[in-house]
């Protein structure tokens, strides 16, 4: 471990300074496309204008044959797209793969001051994010880039999940983590064969009543990844990082992908991948606070004045910490509500309702 007075610094000569805080910008939806994919590289430009992050994909979803040309789609789309108030992200390939290294030395040099984020699959420890600190630092100075490029961890394996406190602050640049639901429970030897989402076998029923143990027994579909969610939450807001669900992988399944989407949202994730262009729309739903939430929140600040007592609204009392949980939505909401003037108008409706 670097001491602390050593961790703010750069890890290469003439390598940007690391940022103290991560920036808060809109990351409600991750938009995944193959940038080899010339239908989806057709996408970009109007995309740019639906989403908050747009999300290069060069690991898994890309064959190996393709790893190369979704490497310089990448570079192309970076070059020649003005992105707007989107971000550009990328998923380079794991670490122990063979591209991983000639992906960072790709992208740096040639998009490194357009690439906001790198997301890191497969982070088992703060080994895999120390790594990749240094080699961007160097990849940095080398290309003269003014600002550091943050770095995101995939929690997918059992012992990134273990691992998941010291993952989050392992660096300056750790910029958020996303659950990968789909390595994860191949990891654990979990028997699901899905990409996130529930389980029909995962349940509780209610106890029996009377001799006949199979009479009116209700059963209710459990969340299995309301734990490892939760823990990620936890590992994130403890180092001053974000926390994302992740993919949902039945794109038809728009219900079942809003009810997952929006346990994560209550938990404290601020965004969701979407696989599909049909799941933007549900990511930046969810994980924008509701105009009647926006509103409530904001009355309970005003009503509580100085933020210390007690006031009782509609019948709930409300006190120190009320209004602290109410602080967090009403942020966000002026946080959305700065970059996206249709929500601004829905928020400032429901304030005249
Ligand atoms: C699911 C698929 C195959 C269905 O693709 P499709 O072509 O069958 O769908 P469609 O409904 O027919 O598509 C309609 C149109 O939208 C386009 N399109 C379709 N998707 C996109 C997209 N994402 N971005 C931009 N455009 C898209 C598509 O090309 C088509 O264009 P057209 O109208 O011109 O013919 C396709 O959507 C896809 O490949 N999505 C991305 C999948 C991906 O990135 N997977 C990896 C992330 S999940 C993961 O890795 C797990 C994790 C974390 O690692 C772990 O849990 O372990
Ligand atoms: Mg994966």
Same mark, same amino acid.
Request: proline fraction near 7%.
């Given at each position: 471990?670097?001491?602390?007075?050593?961790?703010?610094?750069?890890? +290469?000569?003439?390598?940007?300074?690391?940022?103290?805080? #991560?920036?808060?910008?809109?990351?409600?939806?991750?938009?995944?496309? /193959?940038?080899?994919?010339?239908?989806?590289?057709?996408?970009?430009? /109007?995309?740019?204008?639906?989403?908050?992050?747009?999300?290069?994909?060069?690991?898994?979803?890309?064959?190996?044959?393709?790893?190369?040309?979704?490497?310089?789609?990448?570079?192309? $789309?970076?070059?020649?797209?003005?992105?707007?108030?989107?971000?550009?992200?990328?998923?380079?390939?794991?670490?122990?793969?063979?591209?991983?290294?000639?992906?960072?030395?790709?992208?740096?040099?040639?998009?490194?001051?357009?690439?906001? =984020?790198? #997301?890191?699959?497969?982070?088992?420890?703060?080994?895999?994010?120390?790594?990749?600190?240094?080699?961007?630092?160097?990849?940095?100075?080398? +290309?003269?880039?003014?600002?550091?490029?943050?770095?995101?961890?995939?929690?997918?394996?059992?012992?990134?999940?273990?691992?998941?406190?010291?993952?989050?602050?392992?660096?300056?640049?750790?910029?958020? #983590?996303?659950?990968?639901?789909?390595?994860?429970?191949?990891?654990?030897?979990?028997?699901?064969?899905?990409?996130?989402?529930?389980?029909?076998?995962?349940?509780?029923?209610?106890?029996?009543?009377?001799?006949?143990?199979?009479?009116?027994?209700?059963?209710?579909?459990?969340?299995?990844?309301?734990?490892?969610?939760?823990?990620?939450?936890?590992? !994130?807001?403890?180092?001053?990082?974000?926390?994302?669900?992740?993919?949902?992988? /039945? $794109?038809?399944?728009? =219900?079942? !992908?809003? /009810?997952?989407?929006?346990?994560?949202?209550?938990?404290? !994730?601020?965004?969701?991948?979407?696989?599909?262009? +049909?799941?933007?729309?549900?990511?930046?739903?969810?994980?924008?606070?509701?105009?009647?939430?926006?509103?409530?929140?904001?009355?309970? #600040?005003?009503?509580?004045?100085?933020?210390?007592?007690?006031?009782?609204?509609?019948?709930?009392?409300?006190?120190?910490?009320?209004?602290?949980? !109410?602080?967090?939505?009403?942020?966000?909401?002026?946080?959305? +509500?700065?970059?996206?003037?249709?929500?601004?108008?829905?928020?400032?409706?429901?304030?005249?309702?």
């Amino acid at each position: 471990m670097r001491s602390p007075k050593d961790f703010f610094r750069p890890l +290469a000569l003439g390598a940007p300074q690391p940022v103290r805080e #991560i920036p808060f910008r809109p990351s409600r939806a991750l938009h995944f496309f /193959d940038p080899g994919n010339p239908k989806m590289a057709a996408k970009v430009p /109007d995309l740019v204008t639906q989403v908050d992050v747009l999300v290069g994909n060069l690991e898994d979803a890309i064959p190996a044959d393709r790893k190369e040309v979704a490497r310089e789609g990448l570079v192309e $789309i970076g070059k020649n797209t003005d992105f707007g108030d989107a971000q550009l992200w990328t998923r380079m390939n794991s670490l122990d793969s063979p591209w991983a290294l000639d992906d960072l030395l790709t992208l740096v040099p040639a998009i490194g001051h357009k690439l906001d =984020v790198v #997301i890191v699959p497969k982070v088992e420890g703060a080994q895999d994010i120390h790594y990749v600190d240094r080699l961007l630092a160097q990849l940095e100075a080398k +290309a003269g880039l003014e600002r550091p490029i943050l770095v995101h961890a995939i929690l997918e394996t059992a012992t990134g999940v273990a691992n998941v406190e010291e993952i989050a602050g392992a660096s300056p640049r750790m910029q958020g #983590i996303s659950l990968g639901p789909a390595d994860l429970a191949a990891s654990r030897r979990m028997k699901t064969t899905r990409v996130g989402g529930g389980h029909p076998g995962y349940l509780v029923r209610t106890d029996p009543v009377g001799e006949d143990i199979t009479a009116g027994r209700q059963t209710y579909q459990q969340d299995l990844w309301h734990y490892t969610v939760a823990r990620m939450v936890d590992a !994130c807001a403890a180092n001053g990082i974000l926390p994302y669900y992740g993919p949902f992988g /039945d $794109i038809r399944d728009t =219900v079942g !992908c809003e /009810d997952q989407f929006r346990n994560a949202f209550l938990l404290g !994730c601020v965004g969701a991948w979407s696989l599909h262009p +049909a799941q933007i729309k549900i990511a930046k739903k969810v994980f924008s606070p509701s105009p009647e939430d926006v509103a409530w929140a904001r009355r309970v #600040i005003r009503e509580m004045g100085d933020g210390t007592g007690t006031v009782m609204i509609d019948g709930k009392m409300q006190d120190d910490a009320t209004v602290k949980q !109410c602080r967090v939505v009403a942020e966000l909401a002026d946080q959305l +509500a700065a970059r996206d003037p249709e929500l601004a108008e829905a928020y400032a409706q429901a304030q005249k309702d």
